[in-house]
């Protein structure tokens, strides 16, 4: 069985440019949430798709956005980037139920932002 | 207050040793509490969750919950060198879905 697939897996972008970030679930799960790690905030929670609805997000700005597609594939879009969003991007896969506590990580795509 | 707080260590031990890694937190509402495992460049791999207070065991892992300390832990026992890795202790409950991660504890198990 695959696992959750993230790409790419490096990012360099300049400051004011946009990105996008793609997010391949296991086969089978519905929900696909979004994390930014970084040293010195940790794991932190930007948004959870479930069945192409945004079912839960965290407290990012208007910046951060993703969508989920109907074969739950998922991106992520940063706008106006800013030195600060470099950070490792962790996509996790989960079937959606049991409130998502079996839910497996991508490689995570590392973004510098210069 | 940080809903969880996690002691970032870093922790070194001798191998053969057992590894004690806790977090508290502060929210009521978790119900679920899960432990990840991160080696350097990887994304988090979940070693396992449990739900009430007590204990769960997988092989040399052993997940503790009490829930009216709110005080969770992970032993592992005859620690190995490739278990050398940041341990993330993660919490779900409520009304939404979403995890919410302690900042992680650095351990390097030295052979």
């Not at chain 1, 997000?57 to 739950?72: A, E």
């Not at chain 2, 190995?80 to 995890?99: E, H, I, R, W």
Request: glycine share 10%.
């Amino acid at each position: 069985k695959a696992g959750v697939t993230q790409t790419p897996r490096y990012l360099i972008k300049t400051r004011g440019q946009q990105v996008t970030l793609s997010c391949s679930p296991i086969s089978g799960h519905r929900s696909v949430s979004w994390y930014q790690q970084t040293p010195g905030q940790g794991l932190q929670f930007l948004f959870e798709y479930f069945s192409e609805t945004q079912r839960n997000k965290g407290n990012f700005p208007g910046r951060f956005s993703g969508r989920q597609f109907s074969n739950s594939r998922s991106e992520m879009n940063v706008s106006t980037l800013e030195l600060g969003d470099s950070a490792l991007y962790l996509c996790a896969s989960s079937s959606g139920g049991q409130m998502n506590t079996e839910a497996f990580f991508g490689q995570g795509t590392r973004l510098t932002v210069v | 207050q940080k809903e969880v707080e996690q002691d970032p260590g870093p922790l070194s031990v001798p191998e053969g040793a057992i590894v004690s890694l806790n977090c508290t937190y502060s929210n009521s509402a978790f119900q679920y509490f899960m432990w990840y495992r991160q080696y350097s460049r990887k994304g988090p791999e979940l070693l396992m969750y449990t739900y009430s207070s007590g204990n769960k065991e997988d092989g040399r892992f052993t997940a503790q919950v009490d829930k009216s300390s709110k005080y969770i832990s992970l032993f592992i026992r005859d620690s190995q060198p490739s278990d050398s890795a940041t341990y993330l202790c993660a919490m779900v409950g409520g009304s939404n879905y979403k995890l919410t991660f302690g900042k992680g504890t650095l351990l390097t198990v030295n052979p």
